[in-house]
T-cell receptor, first 112, second 111 residues
Framework: DAGVIQSPRHEVTEMGQEVTLRCKPI?????LFWYRQTMMRGLELLIY????????DSGMPEDRFSAKMPNASFSTLKIQPSEPRDSAVYFC??????????FGEGSWLTVV | GEDVEQSLFLSVREGDSSVINCTYT??????LYWYKQEPGAGLQLLTY?????DMKQDQRLTVLLNKKDKHLSLRIADTQTGDSAIYFC???????????FGQGTELSVKP
């Protein structure tokens, strides 16, 4: 079975540019999570969806960040405009009701 | 509030057992997890334990849960150099599927 698929794996962009990260959850999973990992703050939950509906977005840093889940097999995390402090690894994860949560390989973002 | 604490580093010799410890705060957590992260990679779900269990064994991995003390541990038997990685403990917060992670324990295995 395919795991959680994220793209791009690596992105380098200039400050002020829009960044879009994509995620395809495991087929049949009904919850999707976006996490950010930095050296300073560790792993932080940004937002999670259940049945395509955002349940908790309290971790979204500011209005520059937005996330959508238009259907059960696709989600995006957008940063506009991007700033150097957004440089991090962004993980998407998905789960079914049994709470076994599986992570993708991450999108490594560098904003210069 | 929710909080998960781990020691940051552990160094062992190949063939020894490793024990990674974790404390958590949310007594209502239904599941507790151990994830492994190798350099440049994502988080691999190693094992998890349901809160009504005291112990779970899976090959070289043993998870112990002390609910009274809110203490979770991961024991790796016969540790190999390939086990070198960062290990994260996590709890499900408020039964809402939100995972709260510890800071991670970097395990270094010396030959």
């Amino acid at each position: 079975d395919a795991g959680v698929i994220q793209s791009p794996r690596h992105e380098v962009t200039e400050m002020g540019q829009e960044v879009t990260l994509r995620c395809k959850p495991i087929s049949g999973h009904n919850s999707l999570f976006w996490y950010r990992q930095t050296m300073m703050r560790g792993l932080e939950l940004l937002i999670y969806f259940n049945n395509n509906v955002p349940i908790d977005d309290s971790g979204m840093p500011e209005d520059r960040f937005s996330a959508k889940m238009p259907n059960a097999s696709f989600s995006t995390l957008k940063i506009q405009p991007s700033e150097p402090r957004d440089s991090a690894v962004y993980f998407c994860a998905s789960s079914l009701m049994d709470y076994t949560i599986y992570f993708g390989e991450g999108s490594w973002l560098t904003v210069v | 509030g929710e909080d998960v604490e781990q020691s940051l580093f552990l160094s062992v010799r190949e063939g020894d057992s490793s024990v990674i410890n974790c404390t958590y705060t949310d007594s209502s957590s239904t599941y507790l997890y151990w994830y492994k992260q190798e350099p440049g990679a994502g988080l691999q779900l190693l094992t998890y334990i349901f809160s009504n269990m005291d112990m779970k064994q899976d090959q070289r991995l043993t998870v112990l849960l002390n609910k009274k003390d809110k203490h979770l541990s991961l024991r790796i038997a016969d540790t190999q150099t390939g086990d070198s990685a960062i290990y994260f403990c996590a709890e499900v917060y408020n039964q809402g599927g939100k995972l709260i992670f510890g800071q991670g324990t970097e395990l270094s295995v010396k030959p």
